[in-house]
């Protein structure tokens, strides 16, 4: 099976614009995880979903977005970015619901706020 | 608040030899799991290893073995026979199986392998 996998690779965007970013998980797997990266905090979530349904949410302001379709993609959107939203941002799937289980990340989305 | 510390910034250790990274944390829960990551250079993040908390017997995958002590809070990675493909940076991470299900890491441990 093909892994999980994040488009773009890399980012580059200014203070103040959006960005929408996006994940496709592996095939099967219904739920899909979002993680923030930052040298100083950290790895962090920021939300999950599972069955186009937002089910968990991290401590991020409300810029911070997404969604789920029906085939298990997913997008994450930051609106008004600021130079603190620079980070690695990384996008899991994991194949079965809730109480498992292993996540199964994909290789980010490198994204730089000037 | 479920906390995971990992106290050792940095690691190294010599191609072939073994090396324990550690990894304590902090729940209420009695139900969960934990977990090894390892993010090479290359930002891929692997899962290494799991374990569940309701199992006394320790995991293992090949070279990765972890120490397992539910009542100290405290979930060790061991690798074995050190190998140049080992450098990365590890996480320990925790997940609880009712309620979020999120992910909640460490700060990670870069692990340097000399030749």
């Known amino acids: 099976k093909a892994g999980v996998t994040q488009t ?28 923030q990266q930052t ?7 920021l ?18 977005s997404g969604r789920q379709f029906s085939n ?11 130079l603190g939203d620079s980070a690695l941002y990384l996008c899991a799937s994991s194949p079965v619901e809730r109480g498992t289980n292993e996540q199964y990340f994909g290789p980010g989305t490198r994204l730089t706020v000037t | 608040a479920q906390t995971v ?4 910034p940095e690691m190294s250790v010599q191609e072939a030899e073994t090396v324990t990274l550690s990894c304590t944390y902090d729940t209420s829960e009695s139900d969960y799991y934990l977990f090894w990551y390892k993010q090479p250079p290359s930002r891929q993040m692997i899962l290494v290893i ?15 073995s972890v ?22 940076m590890y996480f320990c991470a925790y997940i609880i199986i ?18």
């Open chain 1, 8 to 35: 773009p690779r890399y980012l580059i965007k200014t203070r103040g614009q959006q960005v929408t970013l996006s994940c496709s998980p592996i095939s099967g797997h219904r739920s899909v995880s979002w993680y």
């Open chain 1, 72 to 82: 298990s993609r997913s997008e994450m959107n930051v609106s008004t970015l600021e």
């Open chain 2, 67 to 88: 120490n397992f002590q539910k009542a100290a809070k405290s979930f060790s990675l061991k690798i074995s026979d050190s190998q140049l493909g080992d450098a990365a």
């Open chain 1, 39 to 45: 040298p100083g905090q950290g790895l962090q979530f």
């Open chain 1, 47 to 64: 939300f999950e979903y599972f069955s186009e349904t937002q089910r968990n949410k991290g401590n991020f302001p409300g810029r911070f």
């Open chain 2, 5 to 8: 510390t990992q106290s050792q």
């Open chain 2, 98 to 115: 009712q309620g979020a299900q999120k992910l909640v890491f460490g700060q990670g441990t870069r692990l340097t392998i000399n030749p």
């Open chain 2, 50 to 64: 799991r374990q569940e908390a309701y199992k006394q017997q320790n995991a293992t995958e090949n070279r990765f």
